[in-house]
């Protein structure tokens, strides 16, 4: 006897069902901030590793002209951010599911996304550098070496608080998506005040041409200077924008927001959300023509929620940093130590009074407590995901509920992380976290292209002016993956 092997199958899992492309939003004027969500999440990320810490302390470094890097960064992960969304939309599973879709197995994918996850996110540095932020709130002066157990107690209750978040509401993702507005509406408009009040117009006009690779201060173009930390320059171009598996998660928020087949895959609850059915496999639809009109509606919402709030909200979230640190802190400051958050804030603080400071240091300590909140729900999300997806006996535990996975989970990362903290300075965890990014990008650029072009039927394929950007960001990614090693030897 014949059996049909779906291409979508041959890796192990189940095949998809056939079901119907659910009616998207069709919103006008302000009902955009209520279809919109998951591209607020993944830039409340964004804002708190390379906007806050990574580029400033590139920027005060080597200068504004390193923003060139920034720009290309952000839109080759606004692009590789909408194609993750693309297979969500398409089939209501997150990427990862694609991705163990794959041969040779889902398990061996299982395996090396669960690791590259972990190697990126799985060390806690935005709960420690929170805590410098936190420590200059209450001290009024910045960490030094001797205050590091102390910076050690604040990161560990930092850490605690975020899995107390996890605890509470009814949708995971709706609790994040909230928290996130509050911070980039904050975030955004307190740098953006602070920013038109003490940086001088010439300073503007150096990030402005710093775009285009052009030092003002210097009358040159100098598109990598010399004598370029290049592990904290391959860090900066990771995390400008989100970075690495955390563009990947933003499918798993997109399915549990319930964009397009998400709305028929159901979504993972908090602890007190009651029970949720959570589809292990996902769906495909026939392309006639109401449904190829539904997915031109869900199509202009992901267009809108990446390009209308991920790409310009990540380009405001490093500049509007970078004008304040680079107009308060003199070039070739180096301020990667223990106290880097609030680096800015002392140095605000002393030019500009206490007031302003306190001010600065708070928004800093906001900034990171959201992104290491965002990032271990992320990898909870994301492992959780993986586990339900690939495993029978997982799927079958507590009687299906997805929630006995996810806090099972979470506990063995935060008493990793807990241990993680006492291992190296936090800004040395988030360069390395970052530059793993970069070498994830470098594999699952060509791995979602593979996806979306293989195993998604022709009707939802990229057209081919996207599939060239694919390869770009691979090269791209690659160029400075190879320089951050080379730097090490």
């Given at each position: 006897?014949?059996?049909t092997?779906?291409?979508?199958s041959?890796?192990?899992?189940?095949?998809?069902?056939?079901?119907?492309?659910p009616?998207?939003?069709?919103?006008?004027?302000?009902g955009?901030?209520?279809?919109?969500?998951?591209?607020?999440i993944?830039?409340?990320?964004?804002?708190?590793?390379?906007?806050?810490?990574?580029?400033?302390?590139a920027?005060?470094?080597?200068?504004?002209?390193?923003?060139?890097?920034?720009?290309?960064?952000?839109?080759?992960?606004?692009?590789?951010?909408?194609?993750?969304?693309?297979?969500?939309?398409?089939?209501g599973?997150?990427?990862?599911?694609?991705f163990?879709?794959?041969?040779?197995?889902?398990?061996?994918?299982?395996?090396?996304?669960?690791?590259l996850?972990?190697?990126?996110?799985?060390?806690?540095?935005?709960?420690g550098?929170?805590?410098?932020?936190?420590?200059?709130?209450?001290?009024q002066?910045?960490?030094?070496?001797?205050?590091?157990?102390?910076?050690?107690?604040?990161?560990?209750?930092?850490?605690?608080l975020?899995?107390?978040?996890?605890?509470?509401?009814?949708?995971?993702?709706?609790?994040?998506?909230?928290?996130?507005w509050?911070?980039?509406?904050?975030?955004?408009?307190?740098?953006l005040v602070l920013?038109?009040?003490?940086?001088?117009?010439?300073?503007?006009?150096?990030?402005?041409?710093?775009?285009?690779?052009?030092?003002?201060?210097?009358g040159?173009?100098?598109?990598?200077?010399?004598?370029?930390?290049?592990?904290?320059?391959?860090?900066?171009?990771?995390?400008?924008?989100?970075?690495?598996?955390?563009?990947?998660?933003?499918?798993?928020?997109?399915?549990?927001?319930?964009?397009?087949?998400?709305?028929?895959?159901?979504y993972?609850?908090?602890?007190?959300?009651?029970?949720?059915?959570?589809?292990?496999?996902?769906?495909?639809?026939?392309?006639?023509?109401?449904?190829?009109?539904?997915?031109?509606?869900?199509?202009?919402?992901?267009?809108?929620?990446?390009?209308?709030v991920?790409?310009?909200?990540?380009?405001?979230?490093?500049?509007?940093?970078?004008?304040?640190?680079?107009?308060?802190l003199?070039?070739?400051?180096?301020?990667?130590?223990?106290?880097?958050?609030?680096?800015?804030?002392?140095?605000?603080?002393t030019?500009?009074?206490?007031?302003?400071?306190v001010?600065?240091?708070?928004?800093?300590?906001?900034i990171?407590?959201?992104?290491?909140?965002?990032?271990?729900?992320?990898?909870?999300?994301?492992?959780?995901?993986?586990?339900?997806?690939?495993?029978?006996?997982?799927?079958?535990?507590?009687?299906?509920?997805?929630?006995?996975?996810?806090?099972?989970?979470?506990?063995?990362?935060?008493?990793?992380?807990?241990?993680?903290?006492?291992?190296?300075?936090?800004?040395?965890?988030?360069?390395i976290?970052?530059n793993?990014?970069g070498?994830?990008?470098?594999?699952?650029?060509?791995?979602?292209?593979?996806?979306?072009?293989r195993?998604?039927?022709?009707?939802?394929?990229?057209?081919?002016?996207?599939?060239?950007?694919?390869?770009?960001?691979?090269?791209?990614?690659a160029?400075?993956?190879?320089?951050?090693?080379g730097?090490?030897?």
């Open positions: 006897m014949h059996y092997v779906h291409p979508e041959r890796s192990g899992l189940d095949p998809w069902q056939r079901a119907e492309l009616d998207p939003p069709r919103p006008q004027g302000l955009w901030l209520r279809a919109v969500g998951p591209g607020v993944v830039l409340g990320v964004s804002i708190g590793s390379g906007e806050f810490l990574l580029g400033p302390a920027f005060v470094q080597h200068g504004l002209s390193l923003l060139w890097v920034v720009l290309i960064a952000v839109t080759l992960q606004t692009i590789f951010n909408t194609e993750v969304m693309r297979y969500t939309l398409a089939t599973e997150p990427a990862f599911s694609g163990m879709r794959t041969r040779p197995s889902s398990t061996l994918w299982a395996w090396v996304y669960a690791v996850y972990f190697l990126q996110v799985g060390w806690p540095a935005w709960a550098t929170a805590a410098a932020a936190i420590f200059f709130l209450f001290v002066r910045l960490a030094a070496s001797s205050d590091a157990g102390m910076i050690y107690a604040i990161g560990v209750g930092a850490f605690l975020c899995v107390a978040i996890l605890t509470v509401g009814r949708r995971i993702e709706h609790t994040l998506e909230l928290l996130n509050a911070l980039v509406v904050t975030i955004l408009g307190g740098f920013a038109l009040l003490f940086v001088p117009v010439r300073t503007w006009f150096a990030a402005t041409v710093g775009f285009g690779g052009f030092d003002l201060e210097r040159r173009f100098d598109l990598i200077p010399a004598g370029a930390d290049f592990f904290l320059l391959g860090a900066l171009v990771a995390y400008s924008g989100s970075g690495g598996v955390v563009n990947i998660v933003l499918s798993n928020w997109a399915r549990d927001r319930g964009y397009g087949m998400g709305e028929r895959a159901g993972i609850p908090a602890a007190t959300g009651g029970h949720v059915h959570l589809a292990h496999t996902g769906f495909i639809f026939e392309p006639n023509a109401e449904s190829m009109h539904r997915w031109r509606g869900w199509w202009r919402v992901v267009s809108v929620d990446q390009w209308g991920f790409f310009i909200g990540a380009l405001l979230g490093m500049v509007l940093p970078a004008l304040l640190y680079v107009a308060f003199p070039r070739g400051t180096n301020i990667q130590g223990l106290g880097i958050s609030a680096a800015l804030a002392s140095a605000v603080g030019r500009a009074g206490a007031g302003a400071g001010v600065i240091a708070f928004l800093g300590a906001w990171l407590f959201k992104t290491q909140l965002d990032n271990l729900e992320g990898m909870v999300r994301a492992i959780t995901d993986i586990l339900w997806t690939g495993s029978r006996r997982v799927r079958a535990w507590r009687g299906g509920d997805v929630r006995a996975v996810y806090y099972v989970v979470l506990t063995v990362i935060v008493l990793w992380g807990i241990m993680a903290l006492r291992l190296a300075q936090p800004i040395v965890l988030l360069k976290g970052a793993v990014a070498a994830v990008f470098v594999i699952t650029a060509p791995h979602l292209l593979y996806v979306n072009t195993l998604l039927p022709p009707h939802v394929r990229p057209p081919m002016w996207r599939r060239v950007a694919l390869v770009v960001m691979t090269l791209f990614y160029f400075f993956v190879a320089l951050s090693v730097s090490l030897w």
